[in-house]
């Protein structure tokens, strides 16, 4: 029996394969051509119309800004001796560039986004940060209950480098029990205390992302004691807290 032929190949011209080669080529330069060209356009966009009262008021600020960086030398905040435990709160930016020396102090203390807050030590040192960075912020003395609801309702900390809610007593007693702190209530008991491990646990935690309070917060560029909102509450931060748990 004859073996069954089999159909010849069709082959393609080296010649032809060569011209494709080279046309993908092109086609792959011109798209890449193309992306670095749109990349460029975006970053020549027009820059928004401003008007020019938007400029006079960005240079009042500045002025507003130097001359009171200038004067924080003399200025004198008085806080209670009893007092161990500050709040401070990040406020909406006010009007005008930020000097480069608030910005760094807000970063440090991770106050960079708004509504975002933390429990810091009182002493003079922080007291001198607090006089540098306070139209930004609102700050005053939380009580234990304050402190006892932020952590249990808006308390994170970092478990093997990821967010993690600390919705649990088990959380604190595999990362504190050396320290002896064995659930939430020892946490909120050292942290009100300023207890030697507070710097641990603070660093440990990330910043309380509160929501903002009903209606909003009213004249942010104006100091609370004039009916404003941002500086010193005091006593009563305790009640902005309650607002905005």
Known sequence: MDPIEQPALKTVPTALLRKR??????????????????????????????????????????????KRMSRLKHQVVKVPDSVKILFLMRMAN?????????????????????NNAVLVQCS??????????????TWGYPSLRSIHNLIFKYGYGSIDGEKSALSSNVIIENKFSK????????VVKEIFEAGPHFEMLIKFMYPFKLQPPKGGFRRVAVHFSKNGSWGNRADKINSLIRKML
């Open 21 to 66: 080669r080279q046309l993908n080529k092109e086609r792959v330069a011109k798209a890449i051509e193309k992306k670095i060209q749109a990349k460029k356009r975006v970053g020549k966009a027009k820059a928004p119309f401003k008007r020019a009262e938007y400029f006079v008021n960005e240079s009042y600020r500045t002025g507003m800004n130097e």
């Open 94 to 114: 006010i009007a005008g560039p930020m000097p480069q020396k608030v910005r760094k102090i807000l970063q440090h203390l991770r106050l960079t986004e708004m």
């Open 124 to 137: 003079e040192n922080m007291i001198e940060k607090i006089k540098v960075i306070e139209p930004y912020i």
């Open 179 to 186: 320290q002896g702190l064995l659930c939430l209530e020892d």
